[in-house]
Structure formats: C-alpha cells, structure tokens
C-alpha cells in the first residue's frame, strides 16, 4: 500500500470532560472515496473538524503527503488543500451562483487604481469549473442560487472548494441528506468525478446506500474510537451495520 | 424546491423586477391621480423642483440605509446624528470661525465616527442594532440640546446654502445633483465591491459568510460608518436647505428613510437589496406629501398616508414572495378553518366591547360642561 496523502494517528479531543474523540486514526489516499460512518455522537463530524482545522485535537499527529501539519484555523487548512463542503452548503442564497462560488475569494480587477469585483470574469470562470470539473451546465447564471435546485447547489459548493487549484483532500459532510434520489444520484457521480481527477474524497454519510456505491473503504466510528477499516468491496452492508452498533463487540 | 428543467414561470421572470415594479407603480398611481385632480399646481416646474429638493435630503441616508438594512440591521439613529453634525458643523463655523470649506468635511467625518460608535456598540458590545441604535438615537439628540441650548444658529456662508439650495441655471438643484450622485456611488458599491457583495452575502447567510472567512462584524462596522456619514451629509444639506439648524431638527428622518428603503423593495429580513428601488421610495414618499400638501390636506393626514403606504407595500411584497399563492384558496376560505373561526370570533368580541361601551357612555350622557 502507498502511503497515504492524509495521515492522522493517535487523535484524541476533549470537550471538557467530554471525549469525543479517542486515539483515533485515520488514513486517506489520493484517488480513493473513504466514507465515514456511525451513529450519532460517534465523532465523525469532530473527526472531519480536526482535519478540517475547525477544532485544534487535544493530542495526536497529522500528516499530509508525509509532512506534518497543524491547524490554527480552517482557513490554514484551505491554505494547505484541504477543505470541506458542508451538510448546509453555506451558499448566500440571495447571490447568484458565481459571487456564490467566489464569496470570500473574489476576482477583482483594477480601474483607474480602484479595485473593483469582476463579475464577468467570475461568471466564465464558473462557467468553466462547473462545466470542466463537475460536468454540470446551470440553465441560467443570473438567477439567484435560491432557485437551484437541491443537486446544481451542491455543485456550486463543490465546485467553490475545487476552484482552489491546490486542493488534494474534499471532505463532504452529509451532501445527499437533503435530496431527493434524482439529485442523490448526480451527486455521487460529481463524487466519482472528483475521486477520478485525484482528489482524496472523505465522505461522511448517514446512508449505507451511497456509502457502497461510491466509496472505496469505509472506517466506521464508534463513540469516539474507530472500530474498523472496511474494504467496500470485501464487505457487506451487514458487516458495517454491525461495527456501527457494536454487535460483535456485545457478541 | 424548484427544479430548473421546468419552464421559467411568468413569476420567475418577473422575480428579478419586483423590488422596482412596487414603487413605480405607486410613483404611476400618484401621477395619474394628480393630473386628474390637480393637474396645474402639481405639474408646474417650481412644484416638481420642490418634490426633487426635498427627496434629495433624503436620498444619501436611504443609500446607506439599504446597506445595513441588507444586512438585516437598522438604523434608527440618522435624525439625531444629522441634528447632531450640523450643530457641530454650525458652531464651528459660527463660534470658531472654521471656514466653510473644512467645517463641511469635518461634520460629514464626525457623523462617520458617530456611526463607527453605532457599529462597535452593535458589534462588540452586542447589543441587538434595534435596542443600541435607539439608545444610541437619545444620546445624540441630547448632546445636541445640550450644545444648542435651544438656539437656532442661522445665516451661514454660500458655499453651504448653495449645498442645501443651489441651482444650476437652467438645471436641476445641486442637492439633486448630490443626492443623485450618492445613490449612483451606493449602487456601484452594491454591485461591483467587495463591501457590497459581502453586504448581501451577510444578509442573505450570516453563517455561510462567517464560514467563507468574511469578517461579518468589519462590514456591519463599514455599513454603519456609511450610514453615519450620509446622515451627517443630510444634516449638512438640510442645514444649507434652510440656512439655519436647530436641535430638534430632522426629527423623523429614521422612519421616513427606513419606509423609503422598505417601500422600495429591499428586504427587513436581509440578503435583498435594491438600489434603484431605494431611489423610487424615496422619490414615491416626497410625491407622496407633496401631493397631500397640493390638495391641502390637512398636514397631519401625512402621517396616515406614510404608514398606510409602507404596510400595503411590504404586504404586498410578502404576498409576492409567498410560493404558495393559492394554496389556501384566498382569503375568504381562510376565514372557513377552525382557527381563521376563532380569530373572527375574537375580533367580533373585541370590536363588540368596543360598542357597547360607547352605546353605554352615549347612553348615560349628560351636557359637556365647558370646562375652564
């Protein structure tokens, strides 16, 4: 086995008195979907966090491409290629889907000294990611992204975090929990896509359905610890069920 | 949710427009209303430069107040900062003998510190915009009276008269000119900046902005600054308008230039911003009084005609947005459920109280005695 592009040993985060997360590792290749399961309170999202740059762990190492690295912010963590489309998408519904994609990071170009927005160059870029990296045409750029549907706004958040040129590691926090089985489709294959390009896909999921269909290796969480690393292939949605809810550990 | 396969509605085609339609329609209503009932006086030059000079005033603040009305904040501290500046700006002119030149600057930057309080106040110290703006509403207005003792400071150089009143021969007035000039800056500023997307992006998703890495409190700051700032222009116009400031002047700027922004389509609930439609309701509410003064009106009638304006149009946006517009089957089949049941029993008592207490008062009455 190569070693993995992102590397994380040992994780421990304390809330308080509260563990939630123990000595946990977790490993990520390039080109490969791993997906994160278990039940509610297991860690995931504080999992996704810590790499993410969101929370700081309490204890343990990470390592990206063999290098080390920590966190102080996730805006570090994007510096580093490593970022996270969340389960609520946080899109400004009001703007239209390019000031959507480059919120925070918005081309601009010089007038007579002054600053300003270029909001043309920021429709074809958008234009190109969606169509080059995603293969999704929206019908119309002008309307606001509140009228999107489910899947062509989670294409926008996508394509906002692979806009990045140096992003190695997407983290997608539940994207297919709020769509209807149309949209679910479009977007494990915009996952499968993403996965093609090289990019380390870390798929936290509460469906088992999509978690077989698209991912690689599947490492469950149990409160707080990891319980297992499953090849998708090698394994059934009963054996996973069973690492979820601690059947062989009561067995 | 929508899909983008079906075919664009004749509602989603409009969706774009609605912020203007509202106001121009009303603007459309008032003059042909007018040139039926009063066609001579309303239609005559000096009127209509009235109804410019006036919505000129009022023009920069609503500028500024779309920003942080897009912000979902509010403002309600304009009329004082305005009394306040020009106050200002009257003693040192008066008092020190500042020239005009640098006295005006002066008073427009000490407004964009008043609102620089507003914004740190709201950001920092956390109080909700409504409350600290209040609050923050009294405390100018009090240092104004404080300063002016009463007095009214009258009889200022050209240069700030030609602010508040000048013409360009053959042209509009120069505080058009003005105000004009800053809803132009405030739409470029919406459209093409960094403040004004981020404006829109914190209005329309605080926690998405956050999670982008916008600094939400730094833009809520600026949006304040702004508002400061264009309130202090005001008072310097308004100032020049009638050559003399007093304490308790611009009273009601708050409200008038909140329902102008309101009526013009831009959202309380934040992330929908209208420029252009700030413009219309500006310029509907000056037609709006103007009107009501050519008809001779009672004054005090303006107050009803303001608020049954904004209510009716925001309803009417409200009504706009509502997906669902038939889904309940209007308003008639509201009135059949249980609970629309209820809601007309609970009025019909109230309203019923209200009879028999005046059918009893007009029942026991005697001959009013004049008293003293």
């Not at chain 1, 959507?100 to 270029?118: P, Y």
């Not at chain 2, 329309?204 to 202090?232: F, Q």
């Amino acid at each position: 086995m190569t070693e993995p592009l992102v590397k994380m040993r040992g994780i421990t985060k304390r809330f308080g008195g509260v563990t939630a997360l123990d000595n946990v590792d977790l490993d990520a290749q390039a080109g490969e979907v791993l997906a994160i399961v278990g039940d509610n309170g297991a860690g995931k999202s504080t999992l996704i966090k810590v790499l993410t740059g969101v929370y700081q762990a309490t204890s343990g190492e990470m390592f990206l491409d063999g290098q080390p690295i920590s966190f102080s912010s996730h805006a570090d963590a994007i510096q580093h290629g490593i970022d996270a489309v969340y389960q609520t998408l946080a899109l400004a519904d009001h703007l239209d889907p390019a000031a959507n994609m480059f919120l925070g990071n918005e081309l601009t170009k010089t007038i007579m000294g002054v600053t300003v927005l270029d909001n043309k160059r920021m429709r074809t870029e958008t234009e190109r990611v969606l169509m080059e990296r995603l293969g999704v045409q929206l019908k119309s750029l002008d309307a606001p992204t509140e009228s999107l549907s489910g899947g062509q706004r989670q294409a926008v958040a996508i394509a906002r975090a692979v806009y990045h040129d140096g992003l190695r590691v997407l983290v997608m926090d539940e994207p297919t929990a709020a769509l209807g089985p149309q949209e679910t489709a479009r977007t494990l294959k915009l996952i499968k896509t993403l996965k093609e390009q090289g990019l380390a896909v870390i798929l936290i999921s509460h469906s088992l359905d999509d978690v077989f269909d698209v991912s690689d290796r599947i490492h469950v969480q149990r409160r707080g610890r990891c319980v297992g690393v499953v090849k998708t292939k090698e394994s059934t949605t009963q054996d996973v069920l069973g690492l979820i809810v601690g059947a062989e550990e009561a067995a | 949710m929508t899909t983008a396969t079906a075919p664009r509605t004749l509602n989603e085609r409009l969706e774009p427009y609605i912020a203007i339609i509202g106001p121009i329609a009303m603007i459309l209503a008032v003059l042909v209303f007018m040139g039926i009932a009063e066609p001579t006086r309303y239609f005559r030059t000096t009127n209509l430069n009235l109804i410019l000079l006036d919505a000129a005033l009022y023009m920069p603040m609503a500028m500024a107040m779309t920003f942080v009305i897009t912000q979902r904040g509010i403002d309600l501290s304009i009329g004082s900062i305005a009394a306040l500046s020009g106050i200002l700006m009257a003693f040192l002119i008066k008092q020190y003998g500042f020239s005009v030149y640098v006295a005006v600057p002066i008073a427009i930057m000490l407004g964009a510190l008043m609102g620089l309080i507003n914004g740190l106040i709201i950001t920092r110290l956390n109080v909700p915009d409504l409350i600290g703006t209040l609050a923050m509403d009294l405390v100018y207005r009090g240092f104004a009276l404080v300063l002016a003792k009463g007095l009214v400071l009258a009889r200022f150089p050209d240069f700030l008269t030609d602010i508040g009143r000048g013409q360009i021969p053959g042209l509009v007035p120069i505080p058009v000119l003005i105000g004009i000039a800053t809803m132009i800056a405030g739409y470029l500023l919406l459209t093409r900046t960094y403040f004004g997307r981020y404006t829109i992006a914190i209005g329309s998703n605080p926690e998405a902005a956050e999670l982008t890495g916008i600094s939400v409190n730094r833009h809520k700051v600026y949006a304040y600054v702004l508002c400061g700032a264009c309130a202090a222009l005001a008072g310097v116009m308004l100032t020049g308008k009638l050559n003399a400031i007093q304490a308790t002047s611009a009273p009601y700027f708050n409200l008038h230039v909140i329902a102008a922004v309101v009526v013009g389509g831009t959202s309380l609930f934040g992330g929908r911003a209208s420029m252009l439609g700030s413009f219309a309701g500006v310029l509907l509410l000056s037609m709006m009084i103007n009107a009501l003064v050519t008809l001779r009106i009672e004054f005090f009638w303006q107050s009803v005609a303001s608020g049954v304006v904004i209510v009716s149009s925001v309803a009417l946006y409200a009504w706009m947005q509502k997906k669902d517009r038939d889904g309940a089957g209007g308003w008639l089949a509201a009135l059949q459920t249980p609970d629309g049941q209820k809601m007309l029993r609970f009025s019909a008592a109230l309203i019923g109280v209200l009879i028999a207490l005046l059918a009893i008062g007009a029942a026991f009455a005697v001959d009013p005695t004049p008293s003293g």
